[in-house]
């Protein structure tokens, strides 16, 4: 088992409509999560992060955190073409010191 | 506020060739320095990590190496080049102290030939 799991995707979505974007992680003692967007080329870039259970919102952007089923996602609201890019999952486990643990991403396209 | 900077940002280098790749941190101190590989299509995998100058901890064993001179730079090197180290090299800090964030440069895009 991955130790933090996203689907490759691509996951479509129309301008406009709500994207969701899921992740799901193995070590139930894991402390610190984080969603970071990457364009094609380009290094990744932190756009939300979430310690304790529950929604954390950001403008047109909503993390969920539930530890006890140890899954955290990512709500784009009121998607944009320019939202179209790859979406990481990172997780800061329980051991490990300073390191972070990335999903694979999720490809997310907008259509215009 | 913080800068982080990576330079080449693109390099082709023959097979057996050696490496050199810098980053250097502005704007903090005593900062938490990673690297990380990610080849066309796949996920990032970290390669070495340091929490202090001289500290060095190596995640995969291969032909790379790191360095961390002074406190706010880091090196990764490799004497003799393989095909498979083509890839977009990416170098990340985090403030430490109980902070997890990490920020990534800009990126090298390695080619080797």
């Known amino acids: 088992q991955k130790e933090v799991e996203q689907n490759s995707g691509p996951l479509s979505v129309p301008e406009g409509a709500i994207a969701s974007l899921n992740c799901t992680y193995s070590?139930?003692?894991?402390?610190?999560f984080f969603w970071y967007r990457q364009y094609s080329g380009k290094s990744p870039e932190l756009i939300m992060s979430?310690?304790?259970?529950g929604d954390k919102e950001d403008g047109r952007f909503t993390a969920q955190l539930n530890k006890a089923s140890q899954y955290v996602s990512l709500l784009i609201r009121d998607s944009q073409p320019s939202d179209s890019a790859t979406y990481l999952c990172?997780?800061?486990?329980?051991?490990?010191?300073?390191?972070?643990?990335f999903g694979a991403g999720t490809r997310l396209f907008v259509k215009a | 506020s913080q800068t982080i900077h990576q330079w080449p940002a693109t390099l082709v280098q023959p097979v057996g060739s050696p490496l050199s790749l810098e980053c250097t941190v502005e704007?903090?101190?005593?900062?938490?320095l990673y690297w990380y590989r990610q080849a066309a299509g796949r996920g990032l995998q970290l390669l070495f990590y340091?929490?202090?100058?001289?500290?060095i901890s190596s995640e995969v064993p291969q032909n790379l190496s790191a360095s961390r001179p002074q406190d706010r730079q880091f090196i990764l090197s490799s004497k003799k080049l393989l095909l498979s180290d083509s890839g977009f090299y990416l170098c990340?800090?985090?403030?430490?102290?109980?902070?997890?964030?990490?920020?990534f440069g800009p990126g090298t895009r390695l080619t080797v030939t």
């Open positions: 990340a800090w985090n403030p430490g102290t109980g902070q997890y964030e990490q920020y």
């Open positions: 070590d139930r003692g894991s402390q610190s």
């Open positions: 979430i310690y304790s259970n």
């Open positions: 990172a997780v800061k486990g329980r051991t490990g010191g300073f390191k972070t643990i």
């Open positions: 704007g903090t101190s005593n900062p938490n």
């Open positions: 340091s929490v202090g100058i001289g500290q």
